[in-house]
């Protein structure tokens, strides 16, 4: 289900007159009854919304006074957002004449033309308030109160995401907590202004408007309205044509795949970097610790420690909160088992909160081998929102690849790739030319559309090459991934745990040593499998296809290719 909640205006959007009709009650417990839940968000002060709509009960929270004010009908709790007007403000506009003139608990209330006199007296006594409209009701709030904030507090309380409410308002002071929805409807007798921004427009108006949505969200959850709501679609990178690509923050489901250094990592960091910037929670998978330094995630687990279930879960509960799973304490062989066991709770969270919206499955064959039967058993029947990554499709359990519904392939091999991942599909591969791509570039191949696979250049990310830079150059790479200097007849075990470790000891090995694992081009392995850099094992191979080269060379040409892309301290 993605839409838990629907956060409706009151007065021209539910009531007519002041009224909201019984056939509207009836709908609105229909959307109960349904398993969601509904919030109020109005402009009106607290008693006089009671005094006329005795159904409170129905919503779990009420927004009144235009933000101001948090009601919890079960409980009878209020919260005021802001303080009380000054006593000076409430003299001033009495002394003027402002009529009608209703004070709330924090919100100010007259009508036009009554705002000119009010906006004089907030300017002459320097108060930090605001003027917001409502049709023909002017409203005085503190700065920064509005019903977009109102409503954000009350999702808070209830561990939702707004990316899962649909909003239905009519009037300007609904445009804030609208666009803050992931689905904004406006009533056919909405204000132009509010029809021209919504994501769509009822054709009956207020409360019927109002049914009309609640059938659409109980019938099959806004899936028609999807080609409205582009303003969520998460950017890609570009075709060749420079026409910009996305996908659906809803219903996508891809394959990363292709040789280390290809720019998997690139792509992936860079989409969550945009699912922070739009406020969707992610999840990651971290079996070798690649993403313990992600920006806008906390990273739970070390390589001392493996992570608890329970703390990724209570992490997770509030939206805002995003998580990286760092698998690197958890033992290879039961890595797949402590996946399985965590990604049922994740399921159970989404059933309830809509949330985590994504996951990401780094190195999917470490948690999801093709090997693992219990796999087949144990996985949901489709997934929803996932990114797989791994070097082989072939390597991953199929089950899990089934719902892919978008294939990257990163690297010289990509039609290769796409021949693996069909194969694990069981179907035919796409349609694929021979092309070369530029660092910065992939291919995609769009599935469901059954359409060839086309260049695609990704949109940079800004913390990748800062995150590899720093974890190669300063980190601890842990003992499986390290380099081993141990010369021709193994004699030695000098462990290089980082970049910086393995040019301190490169600088002291016997050239005999030295040479032996250049010979070997051990190097260029190094760097390309574990260090996932492409660039710098291109360069290392040209090195070390260089036979005519002393020891003392070679090393300071390695040196320099590391230096040229690594900032190491002096």
Request: glycine share 8%; with cysteine.
């Amino acid at each position: 289900m993605r839409y838990l909640v629907l956060a409706c205006d009151y007065d021209g959007t539910l009531a007519l007159d002041g009224r909201v009709a019984e056939e509207t009650i009836e709908a609105l417990e229909r959307l109960v009854a349904s398993g969601r839940k509904l919030i109020l968000v109005t402009g009106r002060e607290l008693d006089d919304l009671l005094s006329v709509f005795s159904q409170i009960h129905i919503f779990e929270w009420v927004v009144a006074e235009n933000g101001a004010l948090l009601f919890c009908p079960a409980t009878k709790e209020k919260r005021r957002q802001g303080d009380p007007p000054p006593a000076k403000f409430i003299r001033a506009l009495q002394a003027r004449g402002v009529e009608p003139l209703a004070v709330g608990d924090v919100i100010v209330a007259t009508s036009h033309p009554n705002e000119n006199a009010v906006l004089n007296i907030i300017r002459d006594l320097g108060l930090e308030m605001q003027v917001i409209f409502n049709k023909g009701a002017v409203m005085v709030l503190p700065a920064g109160i509005n019903k977009a904030s109102g409503l954000q507090l009350a999702l808070s309380e209830m561990g939702i995401s707004p990316h899962n409410v649909v909003g239905i308002g009519d009037a300007e002071n609904d445009h804030a907590f609208l666009s803050l929805c992931e689905c904004s409807v406006a009533v056919a007798d909405a204000l132009p202004t509010v029809k021209e921004k919504a994501d769509f427009v009822t054709s009956s108006p207020h409360g019927l408007g109002v049914i009309e949505l609640i059938e659409e969200i109980t019938r099959d959850d806004l899936r028609n309205r999807e080609d409205r709501l582009t303003r969520h679609h998460i950017v890609l990178g570009s075709r060749e044509s420079g026409e910009e690509v996305r996908i659906k923050p809803y219903g996508s489901n891809l394959l990363l795949a292709g040789s280390s250094g290809g720019g998997k990592s690139t792509l992936a960091t860079g989409i969550l970097e945009r699912l922070v910037e739009q406020g969707y929670q992610f999840c990651v998978i971290d079996p070798e610790g690649d993403y313990e330094s992600l920006e806008g995630a906390v990273a739970l687990g070390t390589k001392q420690q493996a992570p608890n279930i329970d703390e990724v879960l209570r992490l997770l509960e509030d939206p805002s909160d995003n998580a990286v799973v760092n698998l690197v304490g958890v033992p290879l062989k039961d890595q797949p088992a402590f996946f399985l066991a965590l990604l049922s709770h994740l399921q159970e969270l989404r059933a309830q909160t809509g949330h985590p919206h994504w996951l990401i499955v780094d190195e999917t064959h470490h948690v999801l081998p093709a090997s693992w039967k219990p796999a087949e058993l144990s996985l949901p029947k489709e997934f929803d929102r996932v990114i797989f990554i791994t070097v082989q499709p072939k390597s991953v359990a199929p089950k899990a690849l089934t719902s892919v519904n978008t294939v990257i392939a990163v690297g010289n091999a990509a039609e290769q790739t796409f021949t693996e991942a069909s194969e694990v599909l069981g179907e035919s591969p796409p349609s694929t030319e021979p092309v070369s791509l530029e660092h910065g570039e992939v291919l995609m191949w769009l599935r469901q559309k059954n359409s060839p696979p086309f260049k695609l250049r990704i949109l940079p990310s800004r913390s990748e090459g800062q995150r590899h830079r720093r974890k190669y150059a300063e980190g601890d790479l842990g003992s499986e991934r390290s380099f081993y200097f141990q010369g021709p007849a193994g004699e030695l075990n000098l462990q290089a745990q980082n970049l910086i470790i393995f040019m301190q000891i490169a600088d002291g090995v016997d050239d005999d040593t030295w040479n032996h694992h250049l010979h070997r081009r051990d190097y260029s392995r190094w760097f390309r499998e574990v260090i996932k850099d492409e660039t710098l094992a291109g360069e290392a191979e040209r090195i070390e296809a260089r036979h005519d080269l002393p020891a003392r060379e070679s090393r300071a040409l390695i040196r320099a290719a590391i230096e040229e892309r690594y900032t190491v301290p002096a």
